[in-house]
């Protein structure tokens, strides 16, 4: 699809109405033309940053179905008079109540068979779903993971304890239902968290994570990996930072919030030096596996407060040429946009999941000697409300 530029018409890409819509709450859009909704977030990004810069559009999906490779389902029990029923099924959002969903028209079609028989098989093997009114029960969530390139499946389920009833057999009724699946993992989740993740989680089949390609570069996917859940749109949307950086070969590139190393690896072959900076221990190593998986030796990550780092770095003499950034909805710390000052990098590259605070922190990096160049939105999580947004700025 081409980018919504404000002369173009596009088609409308149509599709079933959702039987949730009114009691979901995630997808608001759902219901409304594609373009209609391309052309509403195009407009919030443009007023945000008119102060700054012209977006340069919109980058929208031509199929804005079934794209999200990550996919959630609570399991809840509930029992009225002699009538017991067990459930999956979403969030309402903000709140702890289940709306029972099947076929959910943004997730990866090929969950939903492996949840329904999950769901089947819990039943067949007495396994009783979570109350959490009353803390009881065993299967508390279903979270599938899908690599969009190599078709990789993982499967978690979360357990209140570490004992599955049967649980050799239960793993093999499932394979057999369907081979597709990888990898199986026991997770457990015991604290009366909204967390759906606990700390500990066993291997029940395979090797306890999936591979998926993005960018031209593998990466390790484990049950607490952040990966971004709409892969088309993301290598849409690395690709334009990397063409925003114009990396030259001879730089020193700093990605602050690497997660994984996502964007640490996809611009390794481009420059002299990586460094990636990330809080998540978990993440962290993560990405130093991937680097070895892909053979990437100009790359290395620490696991540090990307801030802290920054001003160490440059009261080390630590030149950084080029700043990847890609904070949380919640934008950057005032902090560290002082450390990047600080560092004064001759181009920053910044990610944003939220235009609001993006807006926010280009004020004061302006402030700070920098000049907004270049801008694009891109529609990584088509008919929500959520938009991703990438800017070149340079040192003035």
């Known amino acids: 699809m081409n980018n919504i530029d404000g002369k173009k018409e596009l088609p409308g890409v149509k599709g079933p109405v959702c039987p949730y819509l009114k009691k979901c709450g995630g997808c608001i859009s759902i219901g409304t033309p594609y373009e209609e909704t391309l052309k509403k977030k195009r407009s919030e990004v443009e007023k945000l940053l008119k102060p700054y810069i012209r977006p340069e559009g919109i980058r929208g999906m031509d199929e804005p179905w079934h794209y999200r490779n990550k996919i959630h389902r609570a399991c809840s029990y509930e029992r009225n008079g002699k009538k017991e029923q ?17 076929n959910c028209l943004i997730e990866d079609a090929a969950a939903e068979p492996v949840i329904r028989d999950i769901m089947k098989l819990a039943r067949d093997f007495k396994i009783r779903n979570y109350d959490e009114s009353t803390g009881n029960g065993l299967l508390r969530h279903i979270l599938i993971r899908t690599g969009h390139v190599t078709g990789e499946m993982l499967v978690v389920l979360v357990l209140t304890n570490p004992v599955l009833p049967g649980k050799k057999h239960f793993i093999k009724a499932l394979l057999d239902l369907h081979p597709e699946i990888t990898t199986v993992v026991l997770n457990i989740n015991n604290r009366h968290t909204s967390m759906i993740l606990g700390e500990k989680e066993t291997v029940a089949y395979g090797r306890g994570y999936i591979e998926d390609v993005l960018c031209g570069k593998r990466f390790r996917i484990s049950p607490k990996s952040f990966y971004q859940v709409n892969s088309i749109q993301t290598e849409y949307l690395y690709r334009k930072a990397i063409e925003y950086a114009e990396l030259e070969g001879t730089e020193n590139v700093l990605d602050a919030y690497c997660g994984i190393g996502t964007i640490s690896l996809a611009v390794s072959g481009l420059a002299a030096k990586v460094t990636g900076v990330e809080s998540n221990r978990d993440a962290v190593r993560d990405a130093v596996v991937n680097a070895k998986l892909n053979g990437v030796e100009n790359t290395h990550f620490i696991c540090a407060d990307a801030g802290d780092y920054m001003i160490r770095a440059a009261s080390g003499g630590e030149k950084t040429d080029v700043l990847f950034m890609d904070p949380p909805r919640s934008g950057a710390e005032d902090a560290f946009l002082s450390a990047a000052a600080e560092a004064a990098p001759k181009k920053i590259v910044y990610i944003s999941c939220n235009p609001e605070t993006l807006a926010r922190d280009l004020k004061k990096l302006i402030k700070r000697g920098y000049e907004v160049r270049r801008a ?13 947004t990438v800017c070149l700025l340079t040192h003035t």
């Not at 694009?376 to 991703?388: G, L, S, Y």
């Open 86 to 102: 067990h459930m999956s099924g979403i969030y309402v959002e903000g709140t702890h109540k289940i709306v029972p969903v099947k």
């Open 376 to 388: 694009e939105a891109v529609d990584m999580f088509p008919w929500t409300q959520h938009i991703e």
